[in-house]
């Protein structure tokens, strides 16, 4: 079946720091499935951070980028400069043809100050 | 903005009784999904629905049931609860003009004893 794996957590890092949170998936029922980056910042529910529905495409979000790489199956979540505010908990995820989303089981994400 | 909101919030049952978590979305989306999610981990899939009268078994449809009498509302019933069942609900509804985004509600946490 369709499945994601990402980076197993915690992730730890100074602010102004760069990340990379890493994210494959296999996708079995679809070619060129939809990914996206959710997030769940302490005390809220979870949110959409970012999406792409054509592979090649990068996709941005809050000073996040993401690139749908069809070539390696992944969806990295990068950015540059991390502050302390960015403190989640981050969810890879993939859309199948029969519109089923599948999540990874979650990084979370602690920025030292 | 979109809303889904689930109830009860918080839920104790005895083990053999009947849970019904309830999940209402005012976003007029087709789609509608029941999670799971464990401590530690991702989110699992339930039960979903492509609208009303609508029902589809997820990954993990194994002592729960689902249903969708209206586009509005969509219910996850445990007609004899077990302490496997223990854990946090997530009803979410997609909007599929945008690529299938998950709108989630706050969640359901359910206490089998």
């Known amino acids: 079946g369709d499945s994601v794996t990402q980076t197993e957590g915690p992730v730890t890092v100074s602010e102004s720091e760069s990340l990379i949170i890493n994210c494959t998936y296999s996708a079995t029922s679809i070619a060129y499935p939809n990914l996206f980056w959710y997030v769940r910042y302490p005390g809220e529910g979870l949110q959409l951070l970012l999406k792409v529905i054509t592979a090649g495409q990068k996709g941005s979000s809050r000073g996040f980028e993401a690139t749908y790489n069809k070539e390696t199956t992944s969806f990295h979540l990068q950015k540059a400069s991390v502050q302390e505010s960015d403190s989640a908990v981050y969810y890879c995820a993939l859309g199948d043809e029969g519109n089923r989303i599948f999540f990874g089981d979650g990084t979370q994400l602690v920025v030292k100050p | ?113």
């Open chain 2, 1 to 113: 903005e979109a809303a889904v909101t689930q109830s009860p919030r918080n839920k104790v049952a005895v083990t053999g009784g009947k849970v019904t978590l309830s999940c209402n979305q005012t976003n007029n989306h087709n789609n509608m999904y029941w999670y799971r999610q464990d401590t530690g981990h991702g989110l699992r899939l339930i039960h979903y629905s492509y609208g009303a009268g609508s029902t589809e078994k997820g990954d993990i449809p194994d002592g729960y049931k689902a249903s969708r009498p209206s586009q509005e509302n969509f219910s996850l019933i445990l007609e004899l609860a077990t302490p496997s069942q223990t854990s946090v609900y997530f009803c979410a509804s997609g909007d599929i003009n945008s690529g299938n985004t998950l709108y989630f509600g706050e969640g359901s946490r359910l206490i089998v004893v």
